[in-house]
């Protein structure tokens, strides 16, 4: 598995996966406005292909990851869990002690995968995501300490 930073040479290839998994996914220039505000960065897997991506925002102490994507023929291989070790080891490094995600509570296989992760749920907003046909959903907001070290079963 290769995981690197993102570049901008990338854009094309991070919305290809978001695509891929999101249903709509964002497109290049979506996802440059993002990736290019401040405390921002982005990491991409590659196999043959870009397999994986990961968005995220280190800022004044706090990260969040904005969006994490695993094309469908590559799941169950732990690159959903290599990006969001990376992503949380950069942000502590850029000096953040905490990470946040939103994720919908009708999405349990990456709530388990943020709960393996380290991640605890730290709230909830209501009707915050609207999926095909209108239904609203809610958001499960979790937050990983990036302080304690060994939280993760991933990490090492
Ligand atoms: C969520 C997502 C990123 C996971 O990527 P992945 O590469 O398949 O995840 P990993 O292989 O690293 O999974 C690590 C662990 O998380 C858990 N997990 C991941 N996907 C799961 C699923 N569908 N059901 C149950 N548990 C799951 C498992 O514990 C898994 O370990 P295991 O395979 O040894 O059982 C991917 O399914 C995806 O892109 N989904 C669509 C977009 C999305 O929901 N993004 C996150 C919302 S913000």
């Known amino acids: 598995m290769n995981l690197r930073p993102a570049v901008e040479a990338d854009l094309e290839a991070l919305a290809r996966v978001h695509r891929a998994a999101f249903e709509p996914g964002w497109d290049a220039e979506e996802i440059a406005d993002l990736g290019s505000g401040p405390g921002a960065f982005a990491l991409i897997v590659e196999a043959d292909g870009p397999i994986g991506m990961i968005l995220c925002r280190a800022i004044a102490g706090e990260a969040e990851i904005l969006t994490l994507a695993v094309d469908p023929a590559a799941r169950r291989g732990g690159v959903g869990a290599a990006l969001v070790e990376a992503a949380a080891g950069l ?3 850029a000096g953040a002690g905490e990470m946040f995600l939103e994720v919908g509570l009708d999405n349990p296989g990456a709530i388990a ?5 380290g991640f605890v749920r730290a709230g909830l907003r209501k009707a915050y995501y609207e999926r095909a046909g209108g239904a609203r959903v809610d958001a499960l907001v979790m937050r990983r300490d990036l302080n304690t070290e060994g ?3 991933y990490s090492s």
């Open 91 to 93: 942000a502590r490094a």
């Open 113 to 117: 995968l943020y709960e393996r992760a």
């Open 151 to 153: 939280e993760s079963p």
